[in-house]
């Protein structure tokens, strides 16, 4: 019996050992996306569309279906006539700002018709402080921000019904199932696999047979590092975040996945 209890506990060590060396090695990168913002000296509606407008554009990596018209309703310009997003928010059933919270952090709520439902929830790359900046730029395409230093910090009774995320840290998902984690990261909106997702990026369909482990790591970590041929007209359009929302060892399960589909 004691024979037995040591394998299973060199196998257990062996596995720790595995996975930390793994989080060791593994480029942890620096996100783009803006600091937590710094409500002390007070916020102003001019700040928070700057930084809401900078997050949207750049390190959170909105205008990848939200530029485009096809994979999620352009928000900058009009959709069916309604105007832009500013203008339109409040015709959804709720207050403007109640809606707009709603859509980033529970986007399964309310999926615009003729849209899939693949955006990820908000919480997941975004603080709360920096989802409400996003709410604020939002606003301002064609509307008025209301958004407060209020809602930024417990909420207020004016939110309409939205609650704040409830902290300012990245939140992670536990699972280590490999289609899931393609999936909760929204990673079908530009890939397709076995049929499903979008044909914007390479197809993971065969991906281990033309890339190596290396370049699936470096290209989840980095996008910009190396454009894969064909996707030039996509450059840029990747998040940077996910050496954040993925742990390690999550990292490591979806590059072995995607290196064995051959």
Known sequence: MW??????LAVALGVIGFYTFIAHIIPQ????????LDLS????????????GDLFTGGAGCTSCHGLGTRAPNLRTDHNGEG???ARCGTRGQDCKAYLYESLTEPIEYVVDDFPPIMPDARRQLSNDQIWAVIAYLQSLGGEVTVTADDMGFGSDDTGGAAPAGGSET???ATTDPMQLLTENACLGCHQIDGAGAPIGPSFDGMGSRIDADRIRKGILDPDA???EGSEAFAGMMPKTFGESLSAAQLEIIVQFLVARK
């Open 3 to 8: 024979m037995t209890n040591l394998k299973v």
């Open 29 to 36: 990168l620096e996100s783009e996306v803006p600091e937590t």
């Open 41 to 52: 000296a007070g916020v102003t509606p001019e700040i928070l569309i700057k930084a809401g």
């Open 84 to 86: 832009t997003i500013g």
């Open 171 to 173: 939140t992670m998902t």
């Open 226 to 228: 190396e454009i894969a």
